[in-house]
């Protein structure tokens, strides 16, 4: 099983600044087989970038992902106050089966 | 609409039984991969199982191996999640993913509400 880091588990920021998340595996994640997701309370997660670096569906362009084999970044450019949410880490594409990471809250500060 | 509605849950006692389903509709089942993923109150995302559309492949969490059980009907566009000697642990919101592939585990595009399962006595 691979298992996902994530840090930090808190990030305070205020509107406007850059947000740098981080996501460290266990072991490498083979072709780069790695998911962001946003959740919001009490709503379902919403997937953000796959493929370590792809865009998914209607995700605006301050998102952005990037890494390979065991540390991945996820980067929002310049933090709208929609953006305020926790930020989830997934790892697919094994046979073995899939894992999140723990999680990292982006509050305001 | 292109949705996935959980049902199902509900509150049972420790060793109990329950089954959980997910109604798809708006988007061909059979092509996709189907997950179900929990979360505890205040926790995180866990990844409990997944079966492919394509060729019947069944992929579980080491959690929960040997007492759920994952299927589809693809005429009936519906996932199943068959829960057995239910534990304190599994207490969680339990809601079911789409797969952008059919075969194999892949990241999640389309999300359920969830329905939640209380297991306590």
């Known amino acids: 099983e691979i298992v996902l880091t994530q840090s930090p588990g808190t990030l305070s920021l205020s509107p406007g600044e850059r947000a740098t998340l981080s996501c460290r595996a266990s072991?490498?994640?083979?072709?780069?087989?790695l998911a962001w997701y946003q959740q919001k309370p009490g709503q379902a997660p919403r997937l953000l970038i796959y493929a370590a670096t792809s865009r998914a569906t209607g995700i605006p362009d301050r998102f952005s992902g990037s890494g390979s084999g065991t540390d991945f970044t996820l980067t929002i450019g310049r933090l709208e106050p929609e953006d305020f949410a926790v930020y989830y880490c997934?790892?697919?594409?094994?046979?073995?089966?899939?894992?999140f990471g723990p999680g990292t809250k982006v509050d305001i500060k | 609409d292109v949705q996935l509605l959980e049902s199902g849950g509900g509150l049972v006692q420790p060793g109990e039984s329950l089954r959980l389903s997910c109604a798809a509709s708006?988007?061909?089942?059979?092509?996709?991969?189907m997950t179900w993923v929990r979360q505890a109150p205040g926790k995180g995302l866990e990844w409990v199982s997944t079966?492919?559309?394509?060729?019947?492949?069944?992929y579980y969490a080491d959690s929960v191996q040997g007492r759920f059980t994952i299927s589809r009907d693809n005429s009936k566009n519906t996932l199943y999640l068959q829960m057995n000697s239910l534990r304190a642990e599994d207490t969680a919101v339990y809601s079911c993913a789409r797969g952008v592939k059919s075969a194999g585990i892949w990241y999640f595009d389309l999300w359920g509400r969830g329905t939640l399962v209380t297991v306590s006595s």
């Open positions: 079966m492919s559309g394509s060729d019947d492949n069944t």
């Open positions: 072991q490498s994640v083979s072709s780069s087989y």
């Open positions: 997934q790892q697919y594409g094994s046979s073995r089966g899939a894992s």
């Open positions: 708006g988007f061909t089942f059979s092509s996709h991969s």
